[in-house]
């Protein structure tokens, strides 16, 4: 599809026209961008993925026993829900399309954005008055009405340095206030963008309120300096280290002189400055799994020879839930696949392939390597078999 092509899910916006006036910029509401939308789960659905062991889950009390604004985290017990209030509290459930496969479709609606900057999607069930206060996410977001109905309220781009009110576990704005004009509310199917740095506060206008949160990867300057500098020093040697040839008699020998620092500045920035390096920290970086434990290796390697036979049986491959995978071209036909947090050098084509939402099946045979590759990428528990009951 053209980058050119009108999206209704972007109230008739195209793509490029999305990206050029509103991606990081403005926030923008899409009345109807899913038609007739039919929301995968119900609020009882969300509450019992809360209750299950390993999924990350919240209840925000806005008048909480033990104070205003009362965070829980999960598991949570069924208990737990007979015993809140008939309004004002809101349940968030991370990662949802981890686990509910209708979920994880919605992302391939997507795919105007890049997939690696994806990270997830958050659904949250509020009955009337429910939300989690007015506050700022550092990442952009799409907020999904999936049932009933949610106000917004948008207060403009505000600090980083906003005041949050202290003593709670959420961060909540001291103070905010409605910009004229930014104040709706959503009915299923319709649709809000808003960048990072918008102040937003949605609260619950029924009582089987659920909205989809779809937000996106945006790792700060601090993480990535650490998280790069980690990488980087796995791969240089022991031996590249600071060095004085021009160094001359000090008048004082306890300065440290502007030429010393000067020598360690241009150590730290030539050793920096590998765009190669770069790239390959940060598409391991990027598909890191949002959760570690999601993925199952084999315990036992997989001969190359049983899984083409498998392919040649007919049996097809898919990404495991949580998975993520990105390509970066090297050049002559060559290619680093990211895979969760690991990178293989292998055919481009191969690369494009396992990134790609299409089957993978015996097809990926025919390209140099993909049998070894592809054995890797199951016993890492980054790829499994579709079993039958999912082919039907």
């Known amino acids: ?24 910029r403005k926030p923008l509401l899409i009345r109807g961008a899913f038609p007739d939308f039919q929301c995968p789960l119900d609020p009882d659905e969300l509450a019992g993925l809360a209750c299950e062991e390993g999924v990350e889950a919240r209840i925000v009390e806005e008048h909480g026993n033990d104070g205003p604004w009362q965070v829980s985290h999960g598991p949570f017990d069924e208990t737990v829900f007979a015993e809140l209030p008939e309004r004002d509290w809101t349940l968030l459930v991370q990662a949802v399309d981890h686990y509910v496969p209708e979920v994880a479709e919605l992302l391939d609606r997507f795919d105007f954005l890049p997939r690696w900057r994806l990270d997830d999607i958050m659904i949250s069930y509020a009955p009337p008055g429910g939300s989690v206060g007015p506050h700022v996410d550092q990442y952009d977001v799409f907020l999904l009405q999936g049932i009933g109905r949610r106000h917004w309220q948008l207060g403009g781009k505000v600090a980083d340095d906003a005041p949050i009110i202290a003593g709670i576990d959420l961060r909540i704005l001291e103070r905010f206030e409605v910009t004229p004009g930014d104040d709706w509310v959503l009915e299923p199917g319709d649709m809000l963008y808003l960048p990072p740095g918008w102040a937003h506060h949605g609260v619950s206008q029924s009582d089987d309120c659920l909205t989809l949160s779809v937000g ?6 601090d993480e990535a300096i650490t998280s790069f500098a980690d990488y980087l020093g796995e791969q240089l040697p022991t031996s590249l280290r600071y060095a004085d040839p021009d160094l001359a008699p000090p008048d004082d020998p306890g ?22 390096q770069l790239a390959q920290w940060f598409g391991r970086a990027m598909t890191q799994p949002k959760y570690v434990d999601q993925l199952v290796p084999n315990e036992t390697a997989t001969p190359v020879d049983d899984l083409v036979a498998a392919l040649h049986d007919g049996e097809t491959l898919q990404h495991m839930p949580g998975s993520r995978f990105a390509w970066h071209d090297l050049g002559n036909g060559r290619a680093t696949l990211f895979a969760d947090g690991d990178g293989v050098d292998c055919e481009l084509g191969l ?19 993909a049998g070894e590759t592809i054995t890797a990428l199951l016993d890492a528990g980054s790829l499994g078999w579709v079993d039958d009951e999912q082919e039907e």
């Open 351 to 369: 690369a494009q392939a396992l990134c790609a939402n299409a089957p993978l099946d015996v097809e990926l045979l025919d390209i140099a390597g």
């Open 255 to 276: 300065e440290l002189d502007a030429d010393a620092v000067a020598r360690m500045r241009r150590l730290i920035l030539d050793t920096l400055d590998d765009p190669e």
């Open 216 to 221: 996106f990867r945006a790792p700060s300057a």
């Open 1 to 24: 599809m053209s980058s050119n092509t009108p999206l209704s899910m972007l109230g008739g916006l195209s793509a490029a026209e999305f990206l050029r006036d509103h991606w990081q």
